[in-house]
């Protein structure tokens, strides 16, 4: 095959073209062909096609046999085979030759251009003309793979494709299953807040059901990464929704990227702490994490040495968003204190937050820096924790403090009693926030008293299925007025929040529960 598509000089020597002076005769052979043409094609003009048929016929009744009547037209319609052929090659080639002339922009900055589309329509590009084809291949086109479908439709040939037209130009892909905008009551909404870095695709409801028809159809599967091993490893990388993605081939993806800086995470089967324990090791110089689970509050994975390791080998982290976990605050206080230069940090929807790893936050190194916090339906959030919060903040800690999200679809929790919602706190100083920090946009904004629901009975009453709890956002006032009811509802004791205490001071590592079972990186 090889030899076919690249023949070599001694398997296959090129054939000399013609030359007139080696044969005489060629020049009035093809003045006569081009004459012949000429008259042939010039009747077109000159006859109807009607003549064409009955002289084509007269030559059928003049052969002397079946055979050379069926020659004959074999013979007809490889002329006019021939003849299509040479017409289309004709006009495209007059159609690149206007195309070069006509198209403003040289080769160098339409490749720019071309750069700056999205994959698939770099694809439709190419399939304009051979000029655009040409400059869609080269490899600077490829270096930012976008792959993401609201359908199933790309597959691992079509990544491994891409990847290898970009070579040594690759920098990110973005890849799987992106759900389509929403505005349902349970959609997650983009922030208000401008933040560099900030999240490209927060429009969508990430966590919202896709149609078991469209999960059974995917066709990524989980060697869908593997081109990225050798000299393809990602600056970034986005995987959303790819259903077959297990924790042994993202960490082999993950491995194959040491230059890894943006890394996000939607909806993938795989762990949280197999997940951090790779990034650790290998992607030294992330600074963007985005990881949400694709079960709410089942992931209980991350252990405290997976914190101490992340925060050791990876920190220029600026950016830090877990979503969707069961995090502690011990174990998030670990996070936010140990990344020095932290500027935004999401643990929305995180089932086991307190709020107890704000105290004393802004002092010191680490979490000092924070211009973005989210805690959006953090079902354990109290109010107490978060008023203390709020007052560092009129005391002049956390100084480049621009965005802060304490909203709860289902309110904050009393001090003695997580059943006891509060939903209008007298004790959190909303307004004098706001009038000492103009420039904080505050959203605190909570549900009408008689709409809650019972998490823990939800969890347990079917451990096998799959839930998860979107986030309800309200609209907002663009100055960043506050949504709030004026109603409370008490309701029975809680258990806890499952959190260990810890000193303020520092980090503490706590022993976890001899039920925890360790996994390690295959």
Same mark, same amino acid.
């Given at each position: 095959?090889?030899?076919?598509?690249?023949?070599?000089?001694?398997?296959?020597?090129?054939?000399?073209?013609?030359?007139?002076?080696?044969?005489?005769?060629?020049?009035?052979?093809?003045?006569?062909?081009?004459?012949?043409?000429?008259?042939?094609?010039?009747?077109?003009?000159?006859?109807?096609?009607?003549?064409?048929?009955?002289?084509?016929?007269?030559?059928?009744?003049?052969?002397?046999?079946?055979?050379?009547?069926?020659?004959?037209?074999?013979?007809?319609?490889?002329?006019?085979?021939?003849?299509?052929?040479?017409?289309?090659?004709?006009?495209?080639?007059?159609?690149?030759?206007?195309?070069?002339?006509?198209?403003?922009?040289?080769?160098?900055?339409?490749?720019?251009?071309? &750069?700056? *589309?999205?994959?698939? %329509?770099?694809?439709?590009? @190419? !399939?304009?003309?051979?000029?655009? +084809?040409?400059?869609? $291949? /080269?490899?600077?086109?490829?270096?930012?793979?976008?792959?993401?479908?609201?359908?199933?439709?790309?597959?691992?040939?079509?990544?491994?494709?891409?990847?290898?037209?970009?070579?040594?130009?690759?920098?990110?892909?973005?890849?799987?299953?992106?759900?389509?905008?929403?505005?349902?009551?349970?959609?997650?909404?983009?922030?208000?807040?401008?933040?560099?870095?900030?999240?490209?695709?927060?429009?969508?409801?990430?966590?919202?059901?896709?149609?078991?028809?469209?999960?059974?159809?995917?066709?990524?599967?989980? &060697?869908? *990464?593997?081109?990225? %091993?050798?000299?393809?490893? @990602? !600056?970034?990388?986005?995987?959303? +929704?790819?259903?077959? $993605? /297990?924790?042994?081939?993202?960490?082999?993806?993950?491995?194959?990227?040491?230059?890894?800086?943006?890394?996000?995470?939607?909806?993938?089967?795989?762990?949280?702490?197999?997940?951090?324990?790779?990034?650790?090791?290998?992607?030294?110089?992330?600074?963007?994490?985005?990881?949400?689970?694709?079960?709410?509050?089942?992931?209980?994975?991350?252990?405290?040495?997976?914190?101490?390791?992340?925060?050791?080998?990876?920190?220029?982290?600026?950016?830090?968003?877990?979503?969707?976990?069961?995090?502690?605050?011990?174990?998030?206080?670990?996070?936010?204190?140990?990344?020095?230069?932290?500027?935004?940090?999401?643990?929305?929807?995180?089932?086991?937050?307190?709020?107890?790893?704000?105290?004393?936050?802004?002092?010191?190194?680490?979490?000092?820096?924070?211009?973005?916090?989210?805690?959006?339906?953090?079902?354990?959030?109290?109010?107490?924790?978060?008023?203390?919060?709020?007052?560092?903040?009129?005391?002049?800690?956390?100084?480049?403090?621009?965005?802060?999200?304490?909203?709860?679809?289902?309110?904050?929790?009393?001090?003695?009693?997580?059943?006891?919602?509060?939903?209008?706190?007298?004790?959190?100083?909303?307004?004098?926030?706001?009038?000492?920090?103009?420039?904080?946009?505050?959203?605190?904004?909570?549900?009408?008293?008689?709409?809650?629901?019972?998490?823990?009975?939800?969890?347990?009453?079917?451990?096998?299925?799959?839930?998860?709890?979107?986030?309800?956002?309200?609209?907002?006032?663009?100055?960043?007025?506050?949504?709030?009811?004026?109603?409370?509802?008490?309701?029975?004791?809680?258990?806890?929040?499952?959190?260990?205490?810890?000193?303020?001071?520092?980090?503490?590592?706590?022993?976890?529960?001899?039920?925890?079972?360790?996994?390690?990186?295959?």
């Amino acid at each position: 095959m090889d030899t076919l598509l690249h023949p070599s000089t001694s398997s296959m020597a090129k054939r000399p073209c013609p030359s007139s002076a080696e044969n005489p005769m060629l020049p009035s052979f093809f003045s006569q062909m081009d004459n012949l043409l000429l008259s042939f094609l010039s009747l077109s003009d000159s006859s109807p096609p009607v003549s064409l048929d009955l002289s084509f016929d007269r030559l059928l009744e003049s052969a002397p046999s079946d055979a050379d009547q069926s020659l004959l037209i074999d013979r007809a319609h490889n002329l006019g085979s021939l003849l299509l052929r040479a017409a289309n090659r004709s006009a495209r080639k007059r159609a690149s030759l206007h195309n070069s002339i006509a198209w403003a922009l040289p080769p160098d900055l339409t490749i720019k251009v071309f &750069s700056m *589309l999205d994959s698939q %329509s770099l694809c439709y590009a @190419a !399939a304009t003309c051979s000029m655009f +084809n040409k400059c869609a $291949m /080269d490899p600077l086109c490829y270096a930012n793979i976008d792959l993401t479908t609201v359908v199933p439709k790309v597959n691992n040939a079509v990544v491994s494709t891409m990847i290898q037209r970009a070579g040594k130009s690759f920098r990110s892909l973005k890849l799987g299953i992106v759900p389509g905008p929403t505005s349902s009551p349970g959609s997650c909404q983009p922030l208000v807040y401008s933040i560099r870095n900030s999240v490209d695709v927060s429009s969508f409801s990430w966590n919202d059901k896709k149609t078991r028809q469209g999960k059974e159809s995917s066709i990524l599967t989980r &060697s869908c *990464l593997y081109p990225l %091993s050798g000299d393809n490893g @990602a !600056a970034g990388l986005h995987l959303y +929704n790819i259903e077959r $993605m /297990d924790n042994a081939s993202l960490c082999v993806a993950l491995a194959a990227c040491p230059s890894l800086l943006d890394l996000e995470i939607v909806g993938l089967h795989v762990e949280l702490r197999q997940t951090l324990m790779s990034v650790s090791s290998n992607c030294h110089l992330i600074e963007r994490l985005f990881f949400e689970s694709s079960k709410t509050g089942r992931d209980d994975s991350l252990k405290s040495p997976t914190c101490v390791d992340l925060v050791n080998n990876c920190p220029n982290i600026s950016y830090l968003s877990l979503r969707g976990f069961k995090l502690h605050d011990y174990k998030v206080r670990i996070l936010v204190k140990g990344f020095r230069k932290l500027k935004y940090a999401d643990f929305s929807t995180s089932y086991s937050i307190s709020g107890t790893f704000l105290r004393n936050l802004g002092s010191g190194f680490g979490g000092n820096l924070l211009e973005v916090l989210i805690l959006r339906d953090c079902m354990h959030l109290k109010e107490v924790e978060v008023a203390r919060f709020l007052t560092a903040v009129l005391a002049g800690d956390f100084k480049f403090l621009r965005y802060l999200d304490i909203s709860n679809r289902e309110g904050l929790a009393s001090e003695g009693d997580w059943y006891q919602r509060s939903y209008n706190s007298s004790i959190i100083p909303l307004k004098q926030v706001l009038e000492v920090r103009p420039n904080i946009c505050l959203l605190a904004e909570f549900p009408s008293e008689g709409c809650y629901i019972d998490i823990d009975h939800m969890f347990d009453s079917d451990v096998n299925s799959e839930i998860s709890l979107p986030s309800q956002l309200s609209s907002h006032t663009s100055d960043g007025s506050l949504l709030m009811s004026s109603s409370e509802s008490s309701y029975n004791s809680d258990q806890g929040s499952g959190n260990e205490e810890y000193q303020v001071s520092g980090f503490v590592i706590y022993e976890e529960s001899s039920d925890e079972v360790d996994f390690l990186v295959v």
